[in-house]
């Protein structure tokens, strides 16, 4: 059979075989990949379905798109909200006491909480090779086992200098989760079909913040037992829990798509097949060279996917640290339990409108859009929350704030994902946003020693990162989609044979960008 590839001339498109060329015809989907009419067949695996009819595959593929999710999105979700409450669950220890008892300062509690994300924010970026490298199925519930232990290490610190350590190792174990994940799943579906399961495994960290506040208010009840203090009693039974998770994971995490154990040989050409199809070299073995490194860096996506990840980012974790705190001082709360369950509502409600948004952009594939209806939102609770002296209407600031943060996390790292192909390039470009995202969590830290202080940086990082660089991305994008269609960058393939055309990624002048 002819090796069959196409190319794009004065804005039509070509398929081209060893002696024939047909025009097809043109096709815009809106989402970030390349545009083709017809099934290119660059070593394809053999159909499985061949010999079926359109409906027959049709049904196949929506079956087997369910089995995908019910094996890879449950555990994904536990482990991410694990992860989000180990990291978090601080902000309850400090309403049960472990500022006191281990006499802190104000700024030595907030350097406890810096600590971490310098070396989350360090490690991050070269995670997602080691996660190539070593299997999903190894290198997770690794990582999980000694994050799991450090956390139960903070249950024994008797001194600044113990919570300090045992922060920095949490934060070194934990950097190879989240963007891990997110690089996996791009891995497993098509982009039409990543937002909304991204968004669901984030929504966990939403929901880690409504479990996280009603665990700590029964673990405080264990307060003596072995002459340890509730707040100890949060961080050991909370660290237990993700090793023991940790160990079942070696069993229920899989690995990539042409090596996943629970797919038969029929299954695993059809999860290749649909992703090839779909234009991703996800589907493809690479191995990693310094050039895709050099690519990330160059790509000013990159840089700005960063501003705008920050944007949310820093607001996330202030957010997630400080709500027990930002409650109990609205005056409604006579006791550190009751400050706890209301906290409780809000991250519930966000979980929801995460998930919601994801299905929104999958459906409409406009994530620009989305993050930046969804930013305002959170400006304007936080705008209640400074301009309001009003237990009620600072609360309810709480509940807008939480909707305008958690759904941008999600949305904003399928954008990137959407936007970059390539392997290892796009595992690079998603450990630098979430890095870089992530490192601003220093500045999360230290805002809240004066409440209105705290709520006015956050909303400055929502109003002019994250709304402002989501507004420069989707216009920049769009006006490059308009080149890209008018054929200016048809240039670029002049010259080039079919795997040389291949390696430029998402610098293709077929490959269309999400905005």
């Known amino acids: 059979m002819a090796r069959i590839f196409s190319f794009r001339s004065k804005g039509k498109y070509y398929v081209e075989s060893s002696s024939t060329m047909t025009e097809d015809k043109e096709k815009s989907s809106g989402e970030g990949h390349r545009v083709s009419t017809h099934e290119e067949g660059v070593n394809l695996p053999a159909d499985p379905d061949a010999h079926r009819t359109d409906e027959e595959k049709a049904e196949i593929d929506r079956k087997l798109v369910r089995r995908l999710d019910f094996m890879l999105i449950p555990w994904l979700c536990l482990l991410y909200l694990l992860a989000f409450l180990d990291r978090t669950n601080i902000g309850n220890a400090k309403i049960a006491g472990v500022q006191t008892d281990l006499k802190l300062s104000d700024g030595q509690y907030s350097a406890s909480l810096s600590i971490f994300f310098v070396s989350y924010?360090?490690?991050?970026?070269?995670?997602?090779?080691?996660?190539?490298?070593?299997?999903?199925?190894?290198?997770?519930?690794?990582?999980?086992?000694?994050?799991?232990?450090?956390?139960?290490?903070?249950?024994?610190?008797?001194?600044?200098?113990?919570?300090?350590?045992?922060?920095?190792?949490?934060?070194?174990?934990?950097?190879?989760?989240?963007p891990g994940v997110n690089y996996y799943l791009s891995c497993w579906y098509k982009r039409s079909e990543f937002g909304i399961r991204a968004a669901i495994f984030f929504s966990a960290a939403a929901l880690s913040g409504s479990f996280g506040g009603l665990l700590a208010a029964a673990i405080e009840n264990m307060n003596g037992i072995g002459n340890r203090p509730g707040w100890a009693w949060i961080f050991i039974?909370?660290?237990?829990?993700?090793?023991?998770?940790?160990?079942?994971?070696?069993?229920?995490?899989?690995?990539?798509?042409?090596?996943?154990?629970?797919?038969s040989e029929d299954d695993r050409a059809r999860v290749v097949r649909r992703l090839k199809l779909d234009r991703q070299a996800s589907a493809e073995h690479e191995t990693f060279q310094m050039?895709?490194?050099?690519?990330?860096?160059?790509?000013?996506?990159?840089?700005?996917?960063?501003?705008?990840?920050?944007?949310?980012?820093?607001?996330?974790?202030?957010?997630?640290?400080?709500?027990?705190?930002?409650?109990?001082?609205?005056?409604?709360?006579?006791?550190?339990?009751?400050?706890?369950?209301?906290?409780v509502p809000p991250y519930a409600a966000a979980a929801v409108f995460t998930v919601a948004i994801g299905y929104v952009a999958?459906?409409?594939?406009?994530?620009?859009?989305?993050?930046?209806?969804?930013?305002?939102?959170?400006?304007?609770?936080?705008?209640?929350?400074?301009?309001?002296?009003?237990?009620?209407?600072?609360?309810?600031?709480?509940?807008?704030?939480?909707?305008?943060?958690?759904?941008?996390?999600?949305?904003?790292?399928?954008?990137?994902?959407?936007?970059i192909e390539g392997v290892y390039k796009r595992g690079v470009v998603l450990g630098f946003v979430i890095g870089w995202g992530n490192l601003s969590g220093i500045i999360s830290s230290n805002i809240y020693a004066n409440h209105k202080t705290g709520h006015a940086i956050v909303m400055?990082?929502?109003?002019?990162?994250?709304?402002?660089?989501?507004?420069?991305?989707?216009?920049?994008?769009?006006?490059?989609?308009?080149?890209?269609?008018?054929?200016?960058?048809?240039?670029?393939?002049?010259?080039?044979?079919?795997?040389?055309?291949?390696?430029?990624?998402?610098?293709?002048?077929?490959?269309?960008?999400?905005?």
Request: charged content about 15%; glycine content about 10%; overall charge neutral.
């Open 291 to 343: 050039t895709y490194l050099y690519q990330s860096l160059r790509d000013w996506k990159m840089w700005l996917g960063m501003v705008i990840y920050m944007g949310c980012d820093m607001p996330l974790y202030a957010f997630s640290l400080f709500l027990p705190a930002i409650i109990k001082s609205l005056g409604w709360n006579t006791s550190t339990v009751r400050s706890q369950l209301m906290s």
């Open 362 to 419: 999958d459906r409409t594939r406009q994530r620009g859009l989305c993050n930046i209806f969804v930013s305002v939102i959170g400006v304007a609770g936080f705008a209640m929350l400074l301009a309001s002296n009003s237990p009620a209407v600072q609360y309810a600031g709480v509940f807008l704030g939480a909707l305008g943060i958690y759904p941008c996390i999600s949305n904003t790292v399928t954008w990137m994902a959407n936007n």
């Open 460 to 515: 400055a990082f929502l109003a002019v990162f994250l709304f402002g660089g989501s507004v420069l991305m989707t216009m920049l994008l769009r006006v490059e989609n308009g080149k890209r269609l008018r054929g200016e960058r048809d240039h670029l393939v002049e010259g080039l044979d079919e795997k040389q055309i291949d390696r430029l990624g998402d610098m293709r002048p077929d490959f269309y960008y999400t905005t």
């Open 237 to 263: 039974l909370e660290g237990l829990l993700t090793v023991v998770i940790g160990f079942v994971s070696f069993w229920m995490v899989h690995d990539f798509p042409d090596e996943a154990k629970f797919l």
């Open 121 to 178: 924010a360090v490690f991050e970026p070269i995670t997602n090779i080691m996660l190539k490298k070593f299997r999903p199925s190894i290198f997770i519930p690794i990582i999980m086992v000694l994050w799991g232990a450090s956390m139960v290490g903070m249950g024994f610190c008797y001194n600044w200098s113990g919570l300090m350590a045992a922060r920095w190792f949490l934060g070194l174990a934990e950097a190879g989760l989240f």
